[in-house]
């Protein structure tokens, strides 16, 4: 068991580029998230997989974000034409199941820093 | 909609003293609620959780969580804090919303441990 892991863990980038970061999850999970985490805050739920299909999107997720799980194993989150605003720390979760108590097996994170 | 408060944004304790961080929460059924522990440059790491049954969960690293549903509360406790448990700490409540099984986290609290 290799754990969750996201690359990168740190991208630096100008306002108005364009940024994609890769989740994979622990291997047998079929549920896949995404979550965003503000400096002193808790992370907020921001999209959610079942397999390949993408179940369920936040209203934080405007459409300048695009989340993909093409075979329903690893997973991108694409940010276009990124603010200052996005700046945060982008945690990836993934769960073996169903339900709202299955546990969720978090990933590093992926801090991302607009100038 | 779920919430989670965690009214201590920072605690200072002694090493070898006693721990209690409190955590209420709002949601309209039986809630499944969680402790996430995150160090620096790390990934949220599960304390322990309650789905059901015995009001008093034990976890890893010598914590624990009592479920309270007439206060609405889920506080975590150690009976003596070690510096290695200075970190960030994180309630949060799971809710199955028919698509997706989402966490609600609050705001964290800072634990500092002095020697």
């Known amino acids: 068991d290799t754990g969750v892991s996201q690359d990168p863990r740190h991208k630096i980038t100008k306002r108005g580029q364009n940024v994609t970061f890769r989740c994979d999850p622990i291997?047998?999970?079929?549920?896949l998230y995404w979550y965003r985490q503000t400096l002193g805050q808790g992370p907020e739920f921001l999209t959610y997989f079942q397999n390949e299909a993408q179940l369920e999107k936040s209203r934080l997720l405007s459409d300048r974000f695009s989340a993909e799980r093409p075979k329903g194993s690893f997973s991108t989150l694409e940010i276009q034409r990124t603010e200052q605003g996005d700046s945060a720390m982008y945690l990836c979760?993934?769960?073996?199941?169903?339900?709202?108590?299955?546990?969720?097996?978090f990933g590093p994170g992926t801090r991302l820093t607009v100038l | 909609a779920q919430s989670v408060t965690q009214p201590d944004i920072h605690i200072t304790v002694s090493e070898g003293a006693s721990l209690e961080l409190r955590c209420n929460y709002s949601?309209?059924?039986?809630?499944?609620l969680f402790w996430y522990v995150q160090s620096p440059g790390q990934g949220l790491q599960l304390l322990l959780k309650?789905?059901?049954?015995?009001?008093l969960v034990q976890g890893i690293k010598g914590f624990e969580a009592e479920f309270k549903r007439s206060q609405s509360s889920f506080n975590l406790r150690k009976p003596s804090v070690h510096w290695s448990d200075a970190a960030e700490y994180f309630c949060a409540v799971g809710a199955w919303t028919g698509t997706a099984s989402k966490l609600t986290f609050g705001t964290g609290t800072r634990l500092q441990v002095t020697l």
């Open positions: 949601y309209g059924a039986t809630p499944y």
């Open positions: 979760a993934s769960s073996l199941g169903s339900g709202g108590g299955n546990e969720q097996f």
């Open positions: 309650y789905f059901s049954g015995d009001t």
């Open positions: 291997s047998e999970h079929n549920r």
